[in-house]
C-alpha cells in the first residue's frame, strides 16, 4: 500500500486552477504588483511545474529548468516579511477561491508558509 501523495489528492487540475487564481490575485496586489512581471503567464507555468514536484508529482520543474534553488531565484527580488504576507494572503484567497479544503490545504498551506518565510531576504521596503 503506498501513501497517497498530496499532488494526486489535489489533482492536476485543481492545482492549475489555483495557481491560474492565486497569479489573478497577485496582479492585483500592491505590495506585489512593483516585482512581478505584468505578463504572469510564463510565472504561472513554472509555478505550475515546481508545485507540481513540491508536492509530490512528477519533477516537471527540475527537468525543465534544473535545480530549484528557490532561495536563491528570488535573490534578485526585495522580499520584505510584507511581502511574504501578502503573497500567503494571495494563496489563501486562492484556496479559498477553487475550494481547497481540510486536510491536504492544512498541510499544503503549513509547508508554504515554511517557505515563503524563508524567501525573505531584505527587512524592510527602502531599496
Ligand atoms: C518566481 C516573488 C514566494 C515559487 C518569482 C518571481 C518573483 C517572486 C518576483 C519572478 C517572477 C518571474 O520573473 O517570472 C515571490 C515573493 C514571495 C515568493 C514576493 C514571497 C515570499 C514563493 C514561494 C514559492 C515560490 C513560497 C514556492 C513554494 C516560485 C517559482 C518561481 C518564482 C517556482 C519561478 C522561478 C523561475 O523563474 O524558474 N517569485 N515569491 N515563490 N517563485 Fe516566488
Redesign the pocket.
Known amino acids: 500500500q503506498q501513501p497517497i501523495l498530496p499532488y494526486d489528492e489535489i489533482g492536476a487540475e485543481k492545482l492549475h486552477l489555483l495557481v491560474d487564481t492565486f497569479y489573478g490575485n497577485v496582479a492585483k496586489h500592491p505590495l506585489?504588483i512593483p516585482?512581478?512581471?505584468n505578463d504572469?503567464s510564463?510565472?504561472a507555468r513554472?509555478?505550475k511545474?515546481?508545485?507540481t514536484q513540491?508536492l509530490g508529482g512528477p519533477n516537471l520543474?527540475t527537468e525543465e529548468?534544473g535545480h530549484?534553488m528557490?532561495k536563491m531565484?528570488?535573490n534578485p527580488?526585495p522580499?520584505t516579511p510584507e511581502?511574504?504576507q501578502?503573497?500567503?494572503s494571495c494563496m489563501r484567497d486562492a484556496m479559498d477561491t477553487v475550494g481547497l479544503e481540510g486536510k491536504s490545504r492544512d498541510t499544503f498551506y503549513r509547508?508554504?508558509e515554511l517557505?515563503?518565510?524563508?524567501?525573505?531576504n531584505q527587512t524592510s521596503h527602502e531599496e
Open positions: 506585489l516585482i512581478f512581471p504572469l510564463e510565472t513554472k509555478q511545474q515546481f508545485l513540491y520543474y529548468h530549484p528557490m531565484r528570488h527580488f522580499i511581502r511574504a501578502a503573497w500567503l509547508r508554504l517557505t515563503a518565510n524563508h524567501m525573505v
